[in-house]
Each structure stands twice: as C-alpha cells, then as structure tokens.
DNA sequence: AATGAATGAGCCTTCATTCAT
DNA sequence: TATGAATGAAGGCTCATTCAT
C-alpha cells in the first residue's frame, strides 16, 4: 500500500470550476478590459492553483499526481503546462502565491490605540480565524513538512513571513515593554515565544484534533495572560 | 493470498531472528570480528533502520528511494525485504522503533527534590540537547509532516508520546501551582504552553537556522520566567 | 472537460473511447493515412490484443512480460495501461474477447436440410479450418493451461462455450437417434464423445505436429463413421 | 492481483515429510544397505520431488516458488539445489521420473485371454481409476500447458508415452479387427479416437468438475460400445 | 550435507512530461 | 489555447540462485 491508496480525494474532485460559464466573450464598450481568453485563461489559471493546493496539502509535495490536480482543476493535463513549468515550480508558486495576501494583511499598520495587549489580542483571534481554522493552518504545516526539501520555499517564507512577523511583533513587544505593560524585558528577544502556541494550535489541529479537541482561543488568553500579567476585569 | 501472508515473515517484521545467545559481542575494533550469523543480522538490521531514518528524514516518506537506502546502509535492494514487510510499515516501525527508547526515558520517576522550576528547566535542558539538536528533532518534524497520510503514526504519537507527555507535564504544573511556584493557575489547563517554544525550536533549526540562529536554550530559560516569574539570581 | 465520470478509469479498461463515427478506416495501405484519433487508439488497442495473444499464447500467463507484448504491439509500455487495468486483467479480457465471435458463430442456428451427420461433418469441418488449425486452437490449449489459475476463466468458458456447445449438439444428437441415424441412444447423454477427437486434434497440433503430423479431418471422419455408420458411398 | 494470489495451496504446506524421523542412523548388521546419509538423501529428495510435482501441478512452471517447494518438503530452500540443478531441469526431470512408473507398468504385455474389448475396457478402468482421477491427471494437463516451452518435455512425453502408447493399442485393434470384433478398419489408423475421451475426462476433472461432475466411467463405456458394438448383456 | 541470509537482475506499474490534433 | 493519448524513466517488490557457516 503507497500513499496515494489511503487518500482517494479524488472521489470529490468535482466542480470543475465551471469554465464554460463565460460571459459574452468580449463585448466592446464594457467597462471590463479585453476578458474574453485572457480571462477565462485566469480562471483556469485560479482553478488549479487552488485545486493543486487541496492536494499538495492533502498528501504532500511527492505523493500528489498532477492528473488528479488537472481532474479536480476541471482541466485537462497538458493545460497545467501552459501556466507553469513543471511541478516543483508550480509548487514553489503555489505556495508563494498562498503567502502573498496574508503577507499584506499582516504588515498593515497595528493601529495602536489601546493597549498593546488588546493589539496582539486581535492579532491571536485573527490567526486563529484565518490561519488555525483553515486550509491556510495546513499551508503552514505543508512549508514545514516540505521546506527541507524546497528551500527556495522556506527561504522565501523566512524572508516574507518569518522575519517580518517576528519584527512587527519585536516592535510591539518594545512599545509594550516600554509601556510597562510587559515586564519581562527578555521577551523582546525571542519574539517566537508569543507565536509559539499558535504554530502549536495549527500543528495540534492537523494532527491530534480528532483526538482531543483542543480550544485555542482560550490557550492563547491564557498564553497573553502569561505575558502581560493577568487581567483584573475579563 | 500466498503463503507469504499465512507464513508470514511479513506479519511484524522485527525482530528478525531474535539475536539469541550472542557471545561477547566484541564490537570493539573497527575490522570485523567473526561474529555469528544472526548477530550479523542484527547489525544489518540496525544499518538498515539507520539509513531509513536517514533518508526519511530528508526526502519524506514518498520521495525515499529504498534503493538509495539499501546503498546507505550497505546492503542489497532485497535484503531489505528480509526485516520489513514494504516500504509503509518499514516507515512506521521505523518511527515507533525510534520514539519508545524516547519515551521510556520520560516516564521515569522526576524525583522532585528541589523546585518544580529546577525539573522543568532540566527537562528543558534535556530536549534541547536530546531532541532538538539532534537527529531526533528531526524525526518530530517527520512525523508532522507526514502524520496526516500515516494516522498510525500520529496515533502512536499521539497516545505514547503527547498525551503522556503532556499529563506528566500537567501533573508538575499542579504541584508548582499548589506549591505556589506558578501564580497562573489556568495554565495547568494547557501544559502545550509550556511546551510550545520548544517545538518551535526544533522546527526553527530544521527550517530557519541557517537564516538566523536561535539559542533555544536562552528562549527557553526566558520562557520558563515568564511561567515561574524571574528569578531573583540566575 | 468533463471526463470525471467517478474518477477510476480502471474498473473495466475496455473499450477505451469507444471509437465513434469513424470516418471510412482507409485501413488499405500500408503508410498511415490521417486517421482520426480515436480510430488510431483503436488500432492500438488491436494491436496490443494481437500482440498479448502471441505472446500469452507462446509463454503462458506468468512467462509473459508487457514489456515484450509492448514491443511486439509497437507501442509504449504504458500504453497498456491506458487499455487495460493490468496484466491479469488484460489476460482474461483478451481471451473472453477472442471467444465471444466464436460463439456467436456456434450459435447460429444449424439448418438441418439434409441428414444430421451432414450437419455434423460441416461443423467438424469448420472446427479443423477455423479452430484446429489457426491461433484459436492454441487459445483453447492456453484455457486448459491457465484455467485452474484463472478460476474466472474457466467459469466464462464453460458457461459461454462447453455447456451451450455441449446442449446444442446434445440437440442434434437427440435428432440423429429420433431419425434413426445414430442406433446408440446412450450417446446423447456423452455429448463429449463427439468432441473429444477433435479436442485431441487440437492439443496434438500443438504438441506432436512436428513428430508426427495428424490428419486430423480424416480421423474426424473415421469418428463420424463410427457414430453414425459407415456410410456406402464416399 | 498475481497469480500467486489466487493459488493458496501453500496454506496446507504441511506435512514436511518428517525428515527428522530417521530411523537410528546406521544400525550395523541390518539387512538394509548403508542407510545412514544417503538413505536420508533420498528421502530429501523424494519429499523435494514430491512437493514440487504439487506446486508445479497447482501453479504451473514459472509461477512456482521454490521457496513454497522447499516448505512444503520440509528442507531448506539451497537443499534443492544439492539436488537438482536449476527450477528448469527440475522440472524436466520432474516429470520424467512421474511418468517413467506408468510407462512401465503400461508396457507390459497385455496377456489376451479373452476378448480384446476387455482387454480395452481394463485398460481403461485402470486409465480412469490410476490417471483421470489421481494426481496424474493433472500431470497430463500440466504437460499439455507446459509443453510448448518444454521441447524436452514434449518430445520425451511423445516419445515415451504417446507413441508407444498409441502403438499398443494399435495392435490391439489389429488383433480385434482381425477377429472380427470391430467392423470399422479404419479405426486402426487412428488409436487417438480411442483414447480422446479419457484425455477429456482428464481435463473435464481439473477445469469443469465443480460446474458439472462427469461421469468418467459411464461415458467410456459408451465410447467402447461404439467401437466394439453395443452388448448383448450387460 | 544442510541451511537460509543475502544478493541483484528483472518485472509490473506509476506518473511527470510531451506533442499531434 | 486546450486536450489527453502516448511515452519511458523510475521505483517497489519478487524470487532464483549463491555461499558462508
């Protein structure tokens, strides 16, 4: 038995991403640029970079077949061929493209005006919505199972993800430190501290959640209690 | 089936021919001693599970060659045949071989003479050395990143690594909260905290150490001030 | 595209695309005509069966190897798979293939115009020229051979070829004693006996042709004499 | 699914034929020949030829492991090679050495005392009770599927048991022409006739047994009636 | 003589990639 | 541009044969 006997995804490889519903092929005068086969190809483009995803993630960069990517993308699998060159590339691609808009949120202004706790509160809450909850909590699993052997990847994600969020946060434990709202002036140095229990909470989703369900929110409070001191009034 | 099945060699391939009556091994010297048959066969053995290991833990379970194997560990493609079953459960007695001495280790007795804090922070001393620097660290990354399409495996994880691991940890918790070591008290509801910046440590060496160095030891020493509050004189 | 009837193309890999609205073959001369793409698959898939045949016939089931049967089909070694789900399958549907005209033929019904012995002579007739002597012959050799490994096998020869040749020869038996050509009524119950020289026939080509050659229609006839009574005149 | 899948024989591997009960090795005195070491040898080699008839009868020459050989007679497997030289002479002499006894016991003189249908209609008592319903049945079809890639064995088969079987019964239907009880002279030029129908119910028994039992003995007694003419009394 | 661990050529099967249509 | 049949290198696994013990 290999790998790809256990996972059989496949089955519900359905939605084609219904590519024919195309509208008017290129009715002049619209607002809309040229659309006709540029756009329809950007769909099919966006259809196999989120089939791919689904399953690179589901069984790893060796183990997954380009045919059941095409089948689930709606394509054909000389079409992958036309957006990307093979399929490392496409993987490296794949998941460069995942990280970008995620990337961009993150690096907006915090926008203090409260308490530094109330900002990396929201900031824990919206991990754990938009990161633990969701495929993108298995991205991060995928870059750490697959990194050693992409490390164009983990450079990447190292450059773009990594060492931007550990800054942003640096900065925010110092404003916090400075506020007196942190004690611990050594936190400022290993940033990941904060971070940990949230990487745990993604790797505990994957793999041990049917086994004991595990309630982030309530162990990042307890973690950002532990940081901050706890709070009088909840 | 074929006799294979019923006669099965297959069935658990460990221990292949239980190494019975060896004489003072003389594994001393480099140059090859006579040695008996089947102790021969252990070292084959022990090669074997070394160069998987070895393999594994740099390409993953799918995109390991067991040919590449058989030539690290010196022996013939069929050779292998002889000790493991196919390549899945070579993998996943593979792991588990690897994980009990481990976890036998961690059961032992804590032997609380001093502070909780004192065997926490040995325990944290003894990861960073045992694990996280070593090609064990290596290992728990394997698992994450292959859990998913192995559940055996994580299962086993799960039930003789975590939730032991995580009780015995809870255990001390309650003691140093009952001692009045930890102010905390909610903490023994999420031992993972505790936990957390340490896995982050070995998943930081295998992917980012090379980018940016961590001393894990100084991360977790802060972490620990953050649980038990700073100590007076380091 | 919207091939994705419920994935798995293996469950019965015949008929691969159903080659429709050929456009006249032009099969005539030997260099490739244009030929439309389904029509070509088809040709492949005739000439793996054409090729499989040979070689199952000339080894055996587990002598043969698809890399041959490819070589010998001029195609790739993938391409069998692209017909056929895998060896074993490739086998019993080639032979349930090569049987099927046979039968249809044999069905057809008798036309008894003359005596039943005449009918009988023209079907043993027919036996020599289109069964004895051609590559069907060594197909029913390739049955005895495989059968008992191939329980599937034998079961689809005997439903679809012994027991209706059988029957309707028990017919024509039963008739011949009715119309007082054949004395020994016994025999209707042994339909087998009017077969078994011609079985031998089959197996000695195969096997002794070379050491002795075998006529086999006049010992064809010496057994209808036998049956039936010497006849006056020849 | 290989073959191998569907043939379970080996489960009943058992009986290794009890090496070890060796009769107290060389008890001086005794009328039996040295006994000791080469008694023993051929009794190995007896089990060896023996398990390797079974195997090859239910698998066929190439699907045969001599592995299952070896289990199932109760040595190791390098022992068959102090025996023989390869799997192929094995087999070769294999079958020799089965049919050499029958060819023996067939050839001796029929010693005609009463009519020559009896004669015939022992023999083929004797056909049914000795071949068609015992392990030697299968040897027949086991010649039949091998033969093509046998030359050896073929040519040995015909030679030692077809051609001289045939001419004795040849002779025999001289003799019975000449006394008048068969008509038909023809009969003489084709002794297969006669024997068509036991080869039949040697391959009915191994391929359609279980669909529709035959009645071995019946049918032959037809088949004489139809050659010798039908008995008065029964 | 007997053993059975070890070997490695060989075979079935998969799948990334190409290319004629 | 899109397709998917065709390719063939690669890899898991088997098993006849050898040979040190």
Known sequence: MTTRKTASTSGRASEPRQAKARTAPTR?????????????????????????M????????????????AKRAGVAKGTIYLHFKDKESM???????????????????????????????????????EVATTRRGDLVRLIVAEGPRFPAIADFYYREVVSRGLAALRALLELAVARGEIRQSKLMQFPQIVIAPAMIAVI?????????????????????????GERNAT
Chains 1, 2, 3, 4 share one sequence.
Not at 57 to 63: E, M, P, Q, S, T
Not at 91 to 103: G, K, S
């Open 91 to 129: 993987f490296e691609e794949l998941i460069r493209t995942a990280i970008v808009p995620f990337v961009n949120r993150m690096t907006a202004p915090p926008m203090i005006t409260g308490s530094v706790r109330d900002v990396v509160e929201a900031m824990a809450r919206m991990f754990i919505h």
């Open 54 to 69: 689904e399953e690179f993630i589901a069984r790893g960069f060796a183990a997954t077949r380009l045919d059941d990517v």
């Open 28 to 52: 002049a005068g619209a607002h809309r640029p040229p659309a006709g086969r540029t756009e329809r190809a950007a769909e099919r483009r966006a259809a196999i970079v989120e089939a791919a």
């Open 204 to 228: 505990w989703k994957s793999l041990f959640e049917h086994h004991a369900p595990l309630d982030a929110e309530a162990m990042l409070h307890t973690h950002l209690d532990l940081i901050f």
